[in-house]
């Protein structure tokens, strides 16, 4: 079946750097990704969204790169703050014939060092 | 503005019993999702509910079911318990279908420890 995958279950990053998460993602005719970020404790929380239709999308501090060619997404985030430390889980929503479904990658967890 | 909220929060059962989750969407929002969460499977999609129609159902055996009200707030039920559905239960609200717009709202779980 169709999925969505990380590269990297463990990011540690140096507060100020800036990080980097990716996944990829095997349906080519999904045409709408998510990123979400969890705490600890807490349900996931919406960061940014981008469209098939586009390549980059820009947010607060973080942007989302979308590579359709080789069906790979990157959450790039700025001047990383130890507030930043979470689980970040990328989503790919299916076409019709998936069922139009949220499917979720296993997420990659960031650590942001002081 | 109100968030989703999940209830109970915790909940302790054992093997062979049932377990009922509450879930009250955003205000004014239609689409209540399911989504079951843990540490080897990740978040798995389990129903979304629309307007008390299921709109959309995951890859879960008949024991997880779930139910719509009028007013928005949903319901999921699993029955005959067993010890693998141990997981947090995530319940998440959108304003429309989830299919068109994919921006879900979650709520911060209910954990449920079968034993």
């Known amino acids: 079946g169709e999925s969505v995958g990380l590269h990297l279950p463990t990011l540690s990053v140096q507060e100020g750097d800036n990080s980097i998460i990716n996944c990829a993602y095997s349906?080519?005719?999904?045409?709408?990704f998510i990123w979400y970020k969890q705490e600890s404790g807490k349900g996931p929380q919406f960061i940014i969204d981008?469209?098939?239709?586009?390549d980059k999308r820009q947010g607060q501090r973080v942007t989302v790169l979308l590579n359709k060619t080789v069906k790979h997404l990157s959450l790039q985030i700025a001047a990383t703050q130890p507030g930043d430390s979470a689980v970040y889980f990328c989503?790919?929503?299916?076409?019709?014939?998936?069922?139009?479904?949220?499917?979720f990658g296993g997420g990659t967890r960031v650590l942001v060092k002081p | 503005k109100a968030g989703v909220t999940q209830t109970p929060r915790y909940l302790i059962k054992t093997r062979g019993q049932q377990v009922t989750l509450s879930c009250s969407p955003i205000?004014?929002?239609?689409?209540v999702s399911w989504y079951q969460q843990t540490p080897g499977q990740g978040l798995q999609f389990l129903f979304e509910?629309?307007?008390?129609?299921?709109?959309n159902k995951g890859n879960f055996p008949g024991r997880f079911s779930g139910r719509q009200f009028s007013n928005s707030r949903s319901e999921m039920n699993v029955s005959t318990l067993e010890l693998g559905d141990s997981a947090l239960y995530l319940c998440?609200?959108?304003?429309?279908?989830?299919?068109?717009?994919?921006?879900?709202?979650f709520g911060e779980g209910s954990r449920l420890t079968v034993l």
């Open positions: 349906n080519s005719a999904s045409d709408y």
């Open positions: 989503a790919e929503k299916g076409d019709k014939a998936a069922g139009n479904k949220l499917t």
């Open positions: 981008i469209r098939s239709n586009m």
């Open positions: 509910y629309f307007s008390e129609t299921q709109r």
């Open positions: 998440a609200s959108s304003l429309g279908s989830y299919a068109n717009t994919g921006e879900l709202f």
């Open positions: 205000s004014g929002h239609r689409s």
